[in-house]
């Protein structure tokens, strides 16, 4: 039944988790038909409340993002949750701690889990995971949380996949807003001082708060900053309450600033995929990859001049 995309968009519809699974996975494996599949979801999403949680490693993401869960369930909502780990094809990752602090949601069926990691996705983390949002999307659920550690671009390119974007932060965190990056602050809608029942939240507040007034650009830009305790369930409620006020309330600029830059972001993420999967079609024979591989690494050509030349065999149009 579910080999033509028409029909598995309706078993989506009709709330089939089999089908939302089966979807998920062929996304991450670029299987045949996730592209027509994801062609004919399309004009089924852009319902649900897409939310970026990200914030450097044990800063209690997944804890909040279990909180949260909770929150919308009691308002009678479905809730998607999306753990991005792109870190795990190294470290083991953090996914089997999220499931299991997710476990209480685990049977809920108004609630719908997914870990995706580096291993096992073709392709772009980024590209996958807001692929996977889309088909949650298709299937009704709303919100939609983006669980990801932001320690990189990568990282910062998967919540911008997302109508608002949560930083969380910790007090103590050495020379706490120093340790931020850069990118992470500019992409915040809203900040979070997780974990503050430990000494330093006002502190870290304050200190945001000062250079958040310095940093340039109208006011109405200017991210809200919470505080919640996740392990304890305070703020959380705010917290969710802040979300759907920012998505809201938000002023025009800046809603319409994230509704282009999350456009933006997806094409990007797809064309690059596109491209030099593409090129490596189109341009390598045999062993030709693997050589001009090995010159690069024997330092006998530079990356720039290795891609100048490829790029010069396509025709790009
Ligand atoms: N004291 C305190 N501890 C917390 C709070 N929230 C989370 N923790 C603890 O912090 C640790 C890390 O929490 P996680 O929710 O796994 O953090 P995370 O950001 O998802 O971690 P990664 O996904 O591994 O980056 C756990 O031991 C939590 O119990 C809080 O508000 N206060
Ligand atoms: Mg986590």
């Known amino acids: 039944v579910l080999n ?3 029909a598995f968009v309706e078993a989506l519809r009709s709330g089939s988790v089999r089908a939302l699974a089966r979807g998920i996975s062929m996304v991450e494996e670029n299987a045949p038909g996730a592209v027509a599949l994801l062609k004919e979801a399309f004009p089924h999403t852009g319902k649900a409340t897409v939310i ?7 800063a209690g993401k997944s804890s909040l993002v279990d909180r949260m869960v909770g929150s919308f369930r009691r308002e009678g909502r479905r809730v998607g949750v ?6 795990s094809a190294y470290s083991g990752g953090a996914i089997l701690g999220d499931r299991i602090r997710m476990q209480e949601h685990a049977l809920d069926e108004g609630v719908f889990i997914r ?3 580096t291993r096992g996705c073709l392709g772009g983390l980024s590209r996958a995971s807001a692929d996977a949002v ?13 669980e990801t ?6 990282e910062i390119e998967i919540v911008r996949a997302s109508d608002v974007v949560c930083v969380v932060l910790v007090p103590g965190m050495g020379d706490d807003i120093q340790a931020i990056k850069a990118g992470i602050l500019e ?5 979070v001082v997780n974990k503050s029942d430990k000494p330093g939240a006002d502190r870290l507040i304050s200190d945001l708060d000062y250079m958040l007034s310095l940093a340039s650009g109208p ?20 917290l969710c309450l802040g979300i759907q006020e920012f998505i809201r309330d938000a002023g025009d600029a800046r809603r319409e600033h994230r509704r282009k830059d999350r456009a933006e972001t997806r094409f990007r993420t797809i064309l690059s995929e596109k491209l030099s999967a593409l090129v490596m079609e189109r341009v390598f024979q045999g062993q030709e990859l693997e050589q001009l591989l090995d010159r690069i690494a024997d330092r006998t050509t530079d990356p720039y001049t290795a891609v100048g030349q490829v790029l010069a065999r396509v025709e790009v149009k």
Do not use: C, H, W
């Not at 999306?82 to 870190?87: K, N, R, S, Y």
């Not at 999307?137 to 983006?146: H, L, Q, S």
């Open 4 to 6: 033509n995309a028409a």
């Open 219 to 238: 006011k109405s830009f200017r991210p809200d900053i919470l505080k919640t305790v996740a392990v304890r369930d305070e703020g959380v409620k705010e």
């Open 52 to 58: 970026g949680v990200t914030g450097s490693p044990g």
């Open 82 to 87: 999306v753990a991005v780990d792109p870190t």
């Open 115 to 117: 870990s995706m990691a």
């Open 149 to 154: 550690v932001g320690v990189g671009q990568d």
């Open 187 to 191: 992409i915040a809608d809203l900040f």
């Open 134 to 146: 889309d088909l949650m999307d298709t299937a009704g659920y709303d919100p939609i949380i983006i």
